[in-house]
Nanobody, 119 residues
Framework: QVQLSESGGGSVQAGDSLRLSCAGSGPTFSAYSMAWFRQVPGRERELVAAIDWDRGTTVYASYAEGRFTISRDSAKNLLYLQMTGLKPRDTAVYYC????????????WGQGTQVTVSS
């Protein structure tokens, strides 16, 4: 199985930046795509950004485009989310997830890392 572990969250002020990391492990680690999601209590989990593992092409939620950058180091099974211009509404638990095949949903999830943005 694939194991994912997020890190890099914390408490920051509006306008600050954070870089989240997700480390993937497992003897058969292989990704079609990986993504960052976030969840606020009382709301459904929502997609922040996703990246095609081989090509590096990306997709962003509208609120993230221009502020957040998703990237990966495929050789090291690492996923990143660089966040700039953080806003209080970005406060959430951020999760990384992996899609292991074209026709699969996201198969594995990390435990999440808390991001708190104060005004």
């Amino acid at each position: 199985q694939v194991q994912l572990s997020e890190s890099g969250g914390g408490s920051v002020q509006a306008g600050d930046s954070l870089r989240l990391s997700c480390a993937g492990s497992g003897p058969t680690f292989s990704a079609y795509s990986m993504a960052w999601f976030r969840q606020v209590p009382g709301r459904e989990r929502e997609l922040v950004a996703a990246i095609d593992w081989d090509r590096g092409t990306t997709v962003y939620a509208s609120y993230a485009e221009g502020r957040f950058t998703i990237s990966r180091d495929s050789a090291k099974n690492l996923l990143y989310l660089q966040m700039t211009g953080l806003k209080p509404r970005d406060t959430a638990v951020y999760y990384c997830a992996i899609q292991t095949g074209l026709k699969t949903d996201y198969d594995y999830w990390g435990q999440g890392t808390q991001v708190t943005v104060s005004s």
